[in-house]
C-alpha cells in the first residue's frame, strides 16, 4: 500500500492498493460517514477481500462537513477519479462508494460536469459501484442549505435529478442492506425505474443483502467477502 497526493489539500490522499497482476482492474473507492465523518481506509477487511478478489482499490479521501461545503466533495472525488487514470494506466478503473461515498459515485456517473472538469467522459469508467447510496439531495446537504435532512428533495445536488436522454448504460452493482436506513430502499427503486425510463439500466444489477444493517457488511469479514465476490462479478 502506498499512500499519494491527488490533490493539494491535506484531505485530498488516497491508498493505493494493487495486485501483483500488472492488468488488474482497479477500483476508486470512496468511504461512507454522511459527508461528515469517516476516512480512507476505514475498513482494512474490505479492501483486503477486494484484493484477494484480484480487484485493486483507490481508497479516496475527501473533504467533509463541518469544513467543508457543496459540491467539494465531488470535486476531490472527480479529482481522485482523474488521478487514476492519469497514474495507474493499462487498467480497467471502476468508481464506487458505500454510504455517501456512493452518493460522490453516483453524482460522478449522472452530472457530466464533475469528471468533464480534468477531460473525462463518465463513459472512460468501465463500470460502478453504488453501496446504499442516497439518490436524491444528500441529507447533510440539505442541512447545509438550512433544509429539514429528513426531506425528499431531487435537484441538481441529485444523483437522480441528471438521468435523462443522454444517459448511456453502463455497468453497475448496486448494493443495499436488508434493513437498510428508512426510504433508502425506495429511492433505490425510484432510480433504478428512472433508469429504465430511458433505457440506461443494461448492465445494472441490483442486490440486498440479507441480516444486514445499512452498510453493516462492509465491516463484517463475511460481508466483506461478499461484497468482493460481487465486485469480482462486474469486473471480470
Known sequence: MSTIAYGSLPEQLADLHLPEDPAAPVLVYFHGGGLESGQRGEDPGLLAALLRAGVGVVAGGYRLYPQARYPQFIEDAAACVAWAFEHVPGRRIYVGGTSAGAYLAMML????????????????VAGWVFDAGQPTTHFNVLRERGIDPGRVIVDEAAPLFHIGPGTA???????????????????????????????????????????????????????QARFAELVGELVR
Open 169 to 223: 448504460p453502463a455497468p453497475t452493482l448496486v448494493l443495499l442492506a436488508e434493513d437498510d436506513i428508512p426510504g433508502r430502499r425506495e429511492q433505490t427503486d425510484l432510480l433504478l425505474a428512472t433508469l429504465r425510463t430511458f433505457e440506461a439500466d443494461d448492465g445494472v444489477r441490483t442486490v440486498v443483502l440479507d441480516g444486514y444493517q445499512h452498510s453493516g457488511y462492509v465491516s463484517d469479514p463475511a460481508g
Open 109 to 124: 456517473r449522472f452530472d457530466p460536469r464533475w469528471l468533464d472538469a480534468h477531460g473525462l467522459a463518465s463513459s472512460a
